[in-house]
């Protein structure tokens, strides 16, 4: 099965500032697709981000960008000018379209924003 | 669209009743899934269905739960007997090609 390791357990980040939260993953598969989702403190698991493995081109959500590194295995995501409202729970997930749309979870990076 | 719809928003038991958790995915999604959400174990799948058809449900954690999805428009997770330790946050999820849609989820407190 996929695995998906997020090393930082938790972050932080001054206001304004950047932050990046790494992924790793370990699949022998080239197509799939890979996401961001931020929980904040309401419990709502909210998208971010998504990027295809077929696509080179790093995806952009305004101040949310990815650094995907297909052969790395690697899928970072890169918050510029961090507001207070960001400071939440980020999980990294990996879906495969060739087990059942099966989706694969990180354990989770929680972001605190200093003001 | 309304999105995934979940209820209840809150749920709170005691130990030995029956729980039963309802779920009605995005229309025309043709893959839902149920999640628990706990601290010490992080986010956890308990089950998935396509088309209706339950694919995967070895994250069940024991008998006492069960899951069904009668059509496409509505799932149920049940737990009989509840027990505390089942106390977790828990999310239906649905997805049709990409990405996955959560509900806001059911917090269930067994005591």
């Known amino acids: 099965a996929q695995t998906v390791t997020q090393s930082q357990p938790e972050m932080s980040v001054q206001e304004a500032e950047t932050v990046t939260l790494s992924c790793t993953y370990d699949?022998?598969?080239?197509?799939?697709?890979l996401f961001w989702y931020k929980q904040p403190p309401s419990r709502q698991m909210i998208l971010v981000i998504r990027?295809?493995?077929?696509?080179?081109q790093n995806a952009t959500e305004n101040r949310f960008s990815v650094n995907f590194q297909k052969a790395a295995k690697s899928f970072s995501l890169k918050i510029s000018d961090s507001q207070l409202g960001d400071a939440a729970m980020y999980f990294c997930?990996?879906?495969?379209?060739?087990?059942?749309?099966?989706?694969?979870f990180g354990t989770g990076t929680s972001l605190t924003v200093i003001p | 669209d309304a999105g995934v719809i979940q209820s209840p928003r809150h749920e709170v038991t005691e130990m030995g009743q029956e729980v039963t958790l309802r779920c009605k995915p995005i229309?025309?999604?043709?893959?839902l899934f149920w999640y628990r959400q706990t601290m010490m174990r992080g986010l956890e799948l308990l089950i998935y269905?396509?088309?209706?058809?339950?694919?995967?449900d070895s994250g069940m954690p024991e008998d006492r739960f069960s899951a069904k999805m009668p059509n496409a428009s509505f799932s149920t997770l049940k737990i009989q007997p509840s027990e505390p330790r089942d106390s977790a946050v828990y999310f239906c999820?649905?997805?049709?090609?990409?990405?996955?849609?959560f509900g806001n989820g059911t917090r269930l407190t067994v005591t």
């Open positions: 999820a649905s997805s049709s090609r990409s990405p996955l849609h």
């Open positions: 699949t022998s598969e080239s197509d799939y697709y």
């Open positions: 990027q295809e493995a077929y696509k080179q």
């Open positions: 997930a990996y879906r495969s379209p060739n087990t059942g749309n099966q989706f694969y």
């Open positions: 229309s025309g999604h043709n893959s």
């Open positions: 269905f396509n088309n209706n058809v339950p694919i995967d």
